[in-house]
Structure formats: C-alpha cells, structure tokens
Nanobody, 124 residues
Framework: DVQLQASGRGLVQAGGSLRLSCKAS????????IGWFRQAPGKEREEVSC????????YYGDSVKGRFTISSENAKKMEWLQMDSLKPEDTGVYCC?????????????????WGRGTQVTVSS
C-alpha cells in the first residue's frame, strides 16, 4: 500500500524554525516528485515546495523562497522541509504528496498520493 506519513507538528514563535518529515512507502521513491502542501483555515491548498529525488532538483513557492529548504534521502525514502524565519501567515496544516515527475524539474503534472496533514502554528 502507498503511504506518506508526515510528522513534526508544533507551535513556534515568529522568526523561529521547525522541521517537518515525510516518510514514503509502497512506491519507487526516486521515480516520484515529492512535495509539501499547506492549507490555512478558509484558504485554498497551496504548494510550498517539492523535490525530485532522482536528481535533487527543487521548487519553492514565492511565499517561502529563501526561508524554507526541502531535502530527501532515497535510501530512507524520507523527505524533510526545514522551515526558518517563520511568519504567522505560515500557519496551516501541512502535508506531503507524491507525483510522477515530468523530467523537466519543478512540480509534477499532478500529485497521485497524499499523506496525512500535520499542524503548524506560528504565533506573532
């Protein structure tokens, strides 16, 4: 079975840092782009970042560029999202997802699998 398990929820002050983890199973990790999404109350789901484990290429949404860093390790089928200089507007439910890559870098055409969300709250 395909599983994506996220962890690392927490409450942090503005300007602080938090690291989220996502462990994948049930599919070939290096054949998929692995992404992070977030959704704040009353807002649409937003893609934060993604990484292609096959070559390490990354993508970041404009709102998090320079503050968030995505990484992965194929042998462990793990993905991490390091979040620095957090702002209150970063608050939301974060989840990881996987989709077949285009081979051109950036997000996949679509995400096929979705993991369980984890709450991140940034106080002012």
């Amino acid at each position: 079975d395909v599983q994506l398990q996220a962890s690392g929820r927490g409450l942090v002050q503005a300007g602080g840092s938090l690291r989220l983890s996502c462990k994948a199973s049930g599919f070939r990790f290096d054949d998929y782009v692995i992404g992070w999404f977030r959704q704040a109350p009353g807002k649409e789901r937003e893609e934060v970042s993604c990484i292609d484990p096959s070559d390490g290429s990354t993508y970041y949404g404009d709102s998090v560029k320079g503050r968030f860093t995505i990484s992965s390790e194929n042998a462990k089928k793990m993905e991490w999202l390091q979040m620095d200089s957090l702002k209150p507007e970063d608050t939301g439910v974060y989840c990881c997802a996987a989709g077949i890559g285009t081979g051109l870098g950036g997000p996949p055409r679509m995400y096929n699998y979705w993991g369980r969300g984890t709450q991140v709250t940034v106080s002012s």
